[in-house]
């Protein structure tokens, strides 16, 4: 059943609406691309922006128990030798002698190129860390390494925000910032890339409760993508098996989403023990322990890691939300994206370019602004331009009629149903925000009246 509605959902098609639209453009595409780079454009930034800022509402505004921070993406050389990734953040490597692309020999089976069937090279580790040079000077001593992942800047922080914000055990930091990767093996547009994003959260418990904490976060993450619209099917968890789990991890889960490419990571939750607080003690030689008031001990909190990918997240909401549906003898694309993660919330959309039209749609279009995203378009008839905002998955179109000279009214309609409402322009603002935050469409507008409801493209 899920299989089928992944089959649904081409990855070709939904990289060409990135790429019509103004979601996603291959990076530096006018000098031939950078592989695995890719630049968000105008909805693509707005669609990225409602995905952090919902994550950050949930994760961390509406709770006591998170602060967030923002670290520096370069950070001291010793961090990465403390955190292990120095030494075991590394992919087994092998190229091809005929052909000379080269591989992740754990991706596949059999020792020959999946390619070309060429013989490899021996295997050999590659540490997938993205090395530059502090200063002007070009030397081995002034080697730094681009973070690829944000966790060490929480957990070099541990003791900076104890301090400074006085949170008591269990409590947790948030990050939400870039990472980089020097992946051997690219693709499937964002999945996969060099440079991308992560929302990071490090749970700091007391050892014993780790367990508990653990399934805790499971609930936590699945219930964000399902309460944001992801289908139910279209997610599972999966728990790694002791010979995949990474270096400082005593349990792992992925969440996996079906993508069009089959089931694939799309956050990952780990339980990373004391290991990170304990490496980083020992050789920066700081205290990063906790006094526990119950026990009366210094103790070293362990943690449970929800980390997602933005860009995942990005492509998953893009997939699930994608649909075609028969339109007379045409075909209706649309995103049925949740309201708060669409990058255009509401178009305005006169019927005539006429002054008198214009201006009143012109008025709304300035007021609208201040509150949401909106967009304004008077070209080509009604009908594509309603085609053009389903296809980016804007929530409400409103529409400014001759009529609404003489009544104050204007037509509001829904994406999803297409339904039509008429409603009083001073009401428009209420109305909007009412809907948006996912009230009834057929709800009475505060002192309003029986509204007609139309169908309709
Ligand atoms: N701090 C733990 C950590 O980084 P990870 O499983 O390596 O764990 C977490 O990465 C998440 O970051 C993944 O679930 C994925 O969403 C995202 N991610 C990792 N590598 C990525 C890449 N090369 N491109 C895009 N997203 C990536």
Redesign the pocket.
Known sequence: MSEEAAANVDMEKLVSLCRRRGFVFPSSEIYGGLSSCWDYGPLGVELKRNIKDAWWRTMIQERDDMVGIDSSILMHPRIWQASGHLEGFSDPLAECKSCHQRWRTDQFEGDHCPDCGGELTETQMFNLMFKTFMGPVEEAANTVYLR????QGIFVNFQNVVTTTRKKLPFGIAQIGK?F?N?IT?GNF?????E?E?M?IEFFVKPGTDKEWFDYWLKECLDWYLKLGIRKEHLKLRQHMKDEL?HYALDCY?IDYLFPMGWA????I?NRGDFDLSQHAKHSGKSLSYYDEESKEQITPYVI?P???V??AFLAFLCDAYAEEPDKDETRVLLHLHPDLAPIKVAILPLSKKENVARVAKDLYAELRHHWVTGYDDAQSIGRRYRRQDEIGTPFCVTVDFQSLEDGQVTVRERDSMNQIRVPIKELKTTLTAKLSGEDLFVLPPGGQIWKVEKGG
Do not use: V, Y
């Open positions: 690829p992942e944000t966790a990472s990767r992946e690219t964002i999945f996969r890339s060099r991308f992560q990071e990474a992925d990571e799309l956050e990952g780990a890691e980390s997602a990918g860009d995942r």
